[in-house]
């Protein structure tokens, strides 16, 4: 059974700092590009980020680059998203997901406020 399993949000200041994991089984992950995707309340998915199975190929949406950083650990079939200087605009539901395949984890809430 595939499962991808989000955490990590929360509540945050604007400026603030979060770190969502995602741990994953069922699949390979290291022969598996990943990305992370958000939905804010009324509004569509947007891409965050998508980590490939090559060293340094990960790749942002423009509004996250400097700010976000997605990394994965395959020896814990975990991946990884850093959120810095956190905006009121970044606060969403966030979601890893193996597009490839169309595997999606439930997501994790990120609420920025302060």
């Known amino acids: 059974e595939v499962r991808l399993e989000e955490s990590g949000g929360g509540l945050a200041q604007p400026g603030g700092s979060l770190r969502l994991s995602c741990a994953t089984s069922?699949?390979?992950?290291?022969?598996?590009?990943m990305s992370w995707v958000r939905q804010a309340p009324g509004k569509g998915l947007e891409w965050v980020s998508t980590?490939?199975?090559?060293?340094?190929?990960?790749y942002y949406a423009d509004f996250v680059k400097g700010r976000f950083t997605a990394s994965r650990d395959n020896a814990k079939n975990t991946l990884y998203l850093q959120l810095n200087n956190l905006k009121i605009e970044d606060a969403a539901m966030y979601h890893c997901?193996?597009?490839?395949?169309?595997?999606w984890g439930q997501g994790t809430q990120v609420t920025v406020s302060s």
């Open positions: 980590v490939h199975t090559g060293p340094g190929y990960i």
């Open positions: 997901v193996n597009l490839q395949n169309g595997y």
């Open positions: 069922g699949f390979d992950l290291s022969g598996s590009s």
